[in-house]
């Protein structure tokens, strides 16, 4: 009932269609189940009148029968089409739940399931909603009050005739809802199935350059026609029940116009029923056998439809692990002053990947983070803008927490450029727009300029507006990060944290692009996360992160003059030793 009680509320907004929609469902029904009933009354009154008067009446008849169709001709047209667009602005909705849901969940989410399943929900399962959405109230009404109108009238017919009807009706009923059980479950493997091949192949594509490049082409096909062949045992799973279903189904229709012939003969032979009633009876066993099997394939609807609303549920009520606090604050004339006290992270509570550090920096200073791969650098710039939150200590921006600080307002003030640049498929001037969406052209290229890319752009032949490709596919690497680097100038943050920020440059753009993070660095509080330790010589302090923490602090001149771990990775670089 809590699912049904979700469900009725995206109904909400179109309450007025879906009424409109349940009457026109209505008229469509009483005018079928009403012409047998006026053949019934025409073949036993009117027609057994003399010719003169049949003649006279059959023009009003005539008539009256034409305006119950166009009546019922314009109910069927607002149900076929209105009755979608409802339905389909229901999907559009809950789309944008999802999706609206989907950005609000935090990074923890995202780590743990697979784009392609994503996608799934996004897009087939909220296809089978829509169409239960739309059909599911209507045929249910249409069907209900085709079989229980069609069988009070039989009532009036013939009591016993129809109760021997209604009974074989009932035990139908009986065998669908045993079947329907039996879908249920296989439906909703179906739903996992698919969303494993989506996720596969978004997989598969998303990395054909490395596929590619190690010529496992061969591998991930096999890797596909595992997911591939699970979906297909499943959907045969799921045929095999609907197939019983149908000819159970089907089988029970026959048995109801077998009862008509053999019942029917017995009471005319007894002269409890007159001949002409049987044809009527002939009439509604169509009516009934109609509408059960539409019944028949809304279990099939409901199931997908069902199993569909019930992942999206799943995931519109996961709770973000990250979210504003009760009386969270704005974030309001940023000095850049940051403090981790006594940190500690970890991604489980088996391990921890930060303990106890405790770094202070100063508003306007550089510091620089170094050590070997997974010490947990980036795990330690990510806590600042909470993409992840501390799991002991604090993280302070100018003495306040960042837990009690808006998100927005908290991420406004920060800038990055991440080691693994990520392009939108777009224009160059889109993507470095995307570090303040209201630029206007003027500081788009002034952003450029300071990045060191606007005589690039300005060579190619659609300059801004040049197409960069899926993930930036069109574009070398040091470019994607010279566009990163842009975005953020035009952001234009108090605070800036570089992960690798220039990983991908050749030395002469480094050299370039190291001039313009210096300029942007003036006055502005700056984390830099580096290998390559040329690039952070000048930082006011460099930190070492090792696996026990901080091992080493201090200036480049004082690490190297205290010879440890600082200075062997310098010597490293610097003068090829192993």
């Keep these: 009932m809590s699912i049904f009680k979700k469900f009725i509320r995206y109904y909400q907004p179109y309450r007025g269609m879906f009424y409109f929609d349940m009457f026109c469902a209505l008229v469509v029904s009483a005018v079928d189940v009403a012409f047998p009933q006026i053949l019934n009354f025409l073949t ?16 009003w008849i005539a008539a009256a029968l034409l305006v119950m169709e166009l009546v019922r001709l314009g109910c069927q047209y607002y149900i076929t089409s209105w009755g979608h667009v409802m339905g389909a602005r229901m999907e559009s909705d809950m789309r944008q739940d999802l999706f609206d849901h989907l950005q609000r969940l935090s990074f923890s989410y995202y780590d743990r399931n697979n784009t392609g399943e994503m996608m799934s929900k996004l897009v087939s399962d909220l296809f089978d909603i829509s169409e239960l959405a739309h059909h599911g109230p209507e045929n249910i009404l249409i069907s209900l009050l085709k079989i229980l109108g069609s069988f009070a009238l039989m009532m009036m017919i013939n009591v016993p005739m129809t109760l021997i009807l209604l009974g074989l009706t009932l035990i139908m009923i009986v065998f669908s809802i045993h079947q ?31 596929v590619k490049s190690f010529g496992n082409e061969e591998l991930e096909q096999a890797k596909f026609t595992e997911s591939n062949l699970k979906f297909l045992d499943s959907k045969e799973s799921s045929y095999r029940i609907m197939g019983s279903f149908r000819a159970g189904t089907s089988f029970f229709e026959g048995l109801l116009f077998l009862t008509v012939l053999v019942s029917g003969g017995l009471f005319i032979a007894r002269g409890s029923l007159h001949v002409a009633d049987l044809a009527v ?11 059960i099997d539409i019944l028949i394939e809304f279990t099939e609807q409901f199931q997908k439809g069902y199993s569909g609303f019930k992942r999206f549920i799943e995931v519109v009520e996961t709770q973000p692990d990250i979210e504003d606090r009760p009386g969270a604050v704005e974030l309001k004339s940023v000095k850049g002053d940051l403090q981790y006290q006594n940190v500690s992270f970890s991604y489980d509570s088996a391990n921890d990947v930060l303990e106890n550090i405790n770094i202070s920096i100063e508003a306007g200073k550089t510091v620089a983070l170094v050590g070997p791969s997974g010490g947990g650098k980036t795990t330690l710039c990510s806590l600042l803008p909470r993409f992840y939150d501390v799991t002991g200590g604090s993280v302070k921006i100018d003495g306040t927490d960042v837990r009690d600080i808006k998100l927005k307002s908290l ?3 920060i800038g990055i450029v991440q080691q693994d640049v990520y392009m939108f498929a777009g224009s160059i001037k889109e993507n470095i727009a995307y570090g303040k969406p209201d630029a206007t052209d003027e500081e788009i290229i002034t952003a450029a300029r300071n990045a060191n890319i606007h005589d ?22 040091g470019q994607k990060q010279r566009l990163a680097i842009a975005r953020v100038f035009l952001k234009n943050p108090r605070i800036l944290i570089l992960d690798e920020a220039t990983s991908a440059l050749d030395n002469e753009s480094e050299r370039h692009i190291q001039n313009s993070l210096e300029e942007l660095s003036k006055d502005r509080t700056t984390i830099v996360i580096a290998h390559r330790l040329s690039t952070i010589r000048n930082a006011d302090e460099i930190i070492v992160i090792g696996d026990d923490g901080i091992e080493e602090r201090g200036t480049h001149q004082e690490l190297i003059e205290k010879n440890g771990i600082y200075s062997k990775y310098y010597n490293m670089q610097f003068e090829g030793l192993d």
């Design 44 to 59: 036993k009154g009117l027609f057994t009148e003399g010719t003169r008067t049949i003649l006279r009446s059959l023009p």
């Design 180 to 210: 329907n059980r039996k879908m249920r479950a296989v439906f909703m493997d179906n739903r996992k199935k698919i969303a494993g091949v989506n996720s596969r192949v978004q997989d598969s594509l998303a990395g054909i350059r490395v």
């Design 281 to 291: 009876y002939a009439l509604y066993i169509n009516i009934i056998i109609n509408p």
């Design 411 to 413: 991420r406004s003030a």
């Design 456 to 477: 690039f752009i300005a060579g190619l032949d659609d300059g801004y507006d040049t197409y960069v490709g899926e993930r930036g596919t069109r574009l070398s690497g």
